[in-house]
């Protein structure tokens, strides 16, 4: 019978296999009472397994809260736990039940992160999965052998449609790939979502028609499930090509339900990430993480820069990147998001750790406040992924190319 | 214009009132590039606002990673920050991305977690909330003036349709009030979702046509939003009045999908929640957390026990009881769950500490393993609440009723 199989970093001051083999029971079968007619053969088809545990370093305080050490020592390792699919099938939130629920709770962990997970084949039958991914996203925005290259409409929130329009409008005009909107704005007073359809895809479809270029908007249709229904009717009828959802905030649940339309690709917005994992020894790495939303669907996920302006480390970034170009079940492909402070000179230290151009790459003052103006900008953008592609060094980038190396001269000095 | 208003319990190594003005900024019209026709009036409508700043203790190391201390000292604080409802209107996902979102990235931090919420009046003419309450489910089981008794189904999952509706049928004899799956219980190999409703239901309408007591059984139906409405169907079909949800696997849309459907008493499971809460400066606290629930729609929520098995202490369970009764919007009630190694002793302990008796309080081996059989655990649980509620210690409530003076010889000593 097929396994589920969950690898997990923990910390505990007790023995580590009898830690290990707690959690095991108190996520499966393990029980206090005998039940008439259970048999150990039954017990045993439905209980949780322990499949490695691997020592590692000693802390001399708790990670998080939780029983005392006796002799000040408190032990890290990795464990692996497997479950039979017989448990829950592919019903994903009874999995993630399992594999995320209740084990949290043990006082026993003085740390306990869930890293990464290994699915079996049939999954592949049962999930749809991203409709899109990597080939279909370039197929919809015409972008092949670089980084699509795309935008966040700022200020998040406050402007009218008729404003966010007119800057589309001047994205779209100098070349942008893909623009979205912000993770806070679904449907405000001043920019309720339909009329924001409207007046955005008015411009896009113009666009289209005069160069054969439709720029991938990633409309934020995040809201209860009826009205993402609409929400991406909406965006499909007015001949948009992607539909945004917050991940965290909608559910898993709601996110599948969208994801399996299968008629827009899904942007994957992580907001609320930092909270499931910032710290190193409670909640989910994203290798992890990252399996459940392509499950549900998602076609591009949302992975942090290299060199950002949030807390994330680049090593962290880059085994996110990794984690998105790892086949998921021979497949399942979504496209990395890198966003977060991205000016273009980030592109050769990204693609050295990453040697890959199959990435959605945002920008926000990099284009918007480039010396050229915005067409400068996304210009900029191309040229430092073909120099990180040639192997040049930022320099020597920014000599053979003028538009980035007013990147360089305006950007560049903030950034040092 | 009415304000949603959020408290925050914060660390950070810089200055605070400049900290704050950046989460505020972050979360709303915080922007680096000018965009034309944009007054200063429209970016203040939707500007969030930074309503006090509280400083508490100061710390030598970061609770979490983040930007070093020049000076060595990390500052705690509580700030309240506010919205214009015109960010999201009714939109719960948007709401829950303004207030928990990318906030969590910002590396100024060395310590974030959203404490409480105050949300305004008409979000009362917005959301349906709990159908049922502390109220209603009491109504559907016939319980009045003391706590429902409720105990789970073990072992967790490996038990056929027929073992666990012989397991109710003993239960409903004793004169349980409540009954509930486990959470890693969806539809498993040898135990598929209908079968058990048309097992358990069996069981459970004959002892009501018996007796006039209908057993109330919380079927855990999560699963895909689709899936999830077949179940409840089959629930309501077969004459069930509870469905359990696991809130944080499902997620916010999908359980307000369900919830909103109002037939049912929604049985809202936090398993996962330790990730979420555990460490003192990151996620969320259970009194902001439970409004959200409240407004999706659940009746009964888990809120641990006193003296529990899990990490949780009695200070945080006190808390999150008392968050429950307090009137959202002036009643959404919602029943609180109280659980994790209950056998009746820890009674007085909670009346002292909360004098209410509505709580549904859970117990397992309490009642299976009670000396005089199951019926004898369901009437020491209640003997265990009279005596407190009549201001007994927990030796004079064991020396006045018999059931419970077993109880306590052989479970107390466990405990002791």
């Known amino acids: 019978m097929e396994r589920i199989t969950a690898k997990y970093y923990i910390e505990t001051p007790l023995d580590l ?58 032990q890290r390792a990795m464990i692996e736990v497997s479950w039979s699919i017989e448990n829950f099938g592919y019903n994903l939130p009874v999995m993630v039940s399992t594999l995320q629920g209740n084990l949290y709770e043990l006082t026993q962990f003085t740390g306990l992160k869930l890293m990464d997970l290994e699915l079996p084949a049939s999954f592949a039958t049962a999930f749809k999965g991203p409709k899109f991914g990597i080939a279909g996203c370039r197929k919809l925005t015409g972008v092949y052998n670089r980084p699509l290259i795309g935008t966040i409409i700022k200020p998040s929130i406050g402007m ?14 100098a070349g942008i790939d893909f623009i979205k909107d912000d993770e806070l704005l679904g449907s405000s007073a001043n920019s309720p979502f339909d009329k924001r359809v409207d007046a955005i895809m008015e411009v896009i479809n ?53 994801g399996e339309i299968g008629e827009l690709a899904i942007h994957g917005h992580r907001n609320g990430w930092g909270m499931l994992n910032r710290h190193p020894l409670l909640g989910i790495e994203f290798p992890a993480y990252q399996q459940l939303w392509r499950l549900a669907g998602v076609d591009q996920i949302h992975v942090n820069g290299i060199q950002n302006k949030f807390w994330e480390s ?63 900008g996304v210009v900029a953008l191309q040229q430092a992924w073909q120099g990180a592609v040639d192997g040049l060094s930022v320099a020597e980038t920014a000599a053979k190319y003028p538009e980035f190396g007013h990147s360089v001269s305006v950007f560049g000095k903030k950034q040092a």
Chains 1, 2 share one sequence.
């Not at 908007?217 to 539909?243: H, P, V």
Request: net charge negative; glycine share 12%.
């Open 314 to 376: 680049d090593d962290s970034v880059v085994r996110s990147i990794e984690a998105c170009f790892k086949p998921l079940l021979g497949g399942y492909s979504v496209l990395p998001v890198v966003s977060s402070g991205q000016w273009g000179g980030q592109a050769v230290e990204t693609y050295r750790r990453v040697p890959s151009v199959d990435l959605l790459y945002m920008a926000g003052g990099g284009i918007m406040a480039h010396p050229d103006g915005p067409a400068g």
């Open 160 to 173: 009218t449609p008729e404003q966010t329009a007119a800057l589309v409008n001047t994205l779209a005009l």
């Open 17 to 74: 296999e009898k830690s290990a083999q707690l959690l095991a029971g108190e996520q499966s079968s393990g029980t206090f009472i005998a039940v008439p007619g259970e048999t150990e053969e039954l017990k045993q088809r439905f209980a949780a397994r322990v499949e490695s545990i691997t020592p590692m370093d000693t802390a001399n305080e708790p990670a998080i809260p939780g029983v005392l050490s006796a002799g000040g020592k408190y």
């Open 206 to 258: 113009r666009h289209a028609d005069r160069s054969g270029k439709k720029v991938m908007y990633a409309f934020n249709i995040s809201d209860d499930i009826d009205q993402m229904q609409r929400n991406y009717e909406k965006i499909l009828r007015s001949g948009g090509t992607s539909a945004m959802i917050s991940l965290n905030s909608v559910g898993l649940a709601g996110v599948k339900k969208i």
